[in-house]
């Protein structure tokens, strides 16, 4: 059966720093997607970044990029610039073939200003 | 474009009645699921929908919770009788077509309380 683990319950970052956030998921397919979605306290969950198993090039939007190692069935996503507005829970998941879709438990992110 | 709606927003109720919760996906999205996301936890998933069929309900509480899709685009989750690990944050999302890698839009959510 798919797993997604988060390994990581909270994380601090000051403003402007780096964070990289951590995934780790486990699955005998060979296709699948992997995404990390943003959850704002009291706001609706949205995505942020998703990637392709079979691309081998790591996705990047803006400011969140991921690294994306498959051999190691790792998922990391990198928030550069942090924003007081990236303050949130942000969950790790996993689409594969027709139906599946899994969410990993969640890290907290804290921005200090 | 509008988002995904649900209501009510929040509901409390006491063990044993029964609640329903409504949504309604974006327009031409064909599938649709509700998830249960109790404080801590990440979303699990109930129950989806392609159109009005299920494809997925392995994590349904099939003896309290039922759900329906009719004409494949409002749906409704109900809860008969509640218990009070009932008590969660449901959401629905939906997307455009069921095949993976497809992005989920998220409605803002239901905080059912149960006393």
């Known amino acids: 059966a798919q797993t997604v683990t988060q390994s990581q319950p909270e994380m601090s970052v000051q403003e402007a720093e780096t964070v990289t956030l951590s995934c780790t998921y486990d699955?005998?397919?060979?296709?699948?997607?992997l995404f990390w979605y943003k959850q704002p306290p009291s706001r609706q969950m949205i995505l942020v970044i998703r990637?392709?198993?079979?691309?081998?090039q790591n996705a990047t939007e803006n400011r969140f990029s991921v690294n994306f190692q498959k051999a190691a069935k790792s998922f990391s996503l990198k928030i550069s610039d942090s924003q007081l507005g990236d303050a949130a829970m942000y969950f790790c998941?996993?689409?594969?073939?027709?139906?599946?879709?899994?969410f990993g438990t969640g890290t907290r992110l804290k921005v200090l200003a | 474009e509008a988002g995904v709606a649900q209501s009510p927003r929040y509901k409390i109720i006491e063990k044993r009645q029964s609640v329903a919760f409504w949504c309604n996906p974006i327009?031409?999205?064909?599938?649709l699921y509700w998830y249960q996301q109790i404080l801590g936890q990440g979303p699990k998933l109930l129950i989806q929908?392609?159109?009005?069929?299920?494809?997925?309900d392995s994590q349904l509480p099939k003896d309290r919770f039922s759900a329906e899709r009719l004409k494949g685009v409002d749906s409704t989750l109900k809860i008969q009788p509640a218990k009070l690990e009932d008590s969660a944050v449901y959401l629905c999302?939906?997307?455009?077509?069921?095949?993976?890698?497809?992005?989920?839009?998220f409605g803002p959510g239901t905080r059912l309380t149960v006393t």
């Open positions: 990637q392709e198993a079979y691309k081998q």
């Open positions: 998941a996993y689409s594969s073939g027709t139906y599946k879709y899994i």
């Open positions: 699955t005998s397919e060979s296709d699948y997607y």
């Open positions: 327009s031409g999205h064909a599938t």
């Open positions: 929908f392609q159109n009005n069929g299920v494809v997925d």
């Open positions: 999302a939906s997307s455009f077509t069921t095949s993976g890698g497809y992005e989920q839009y």
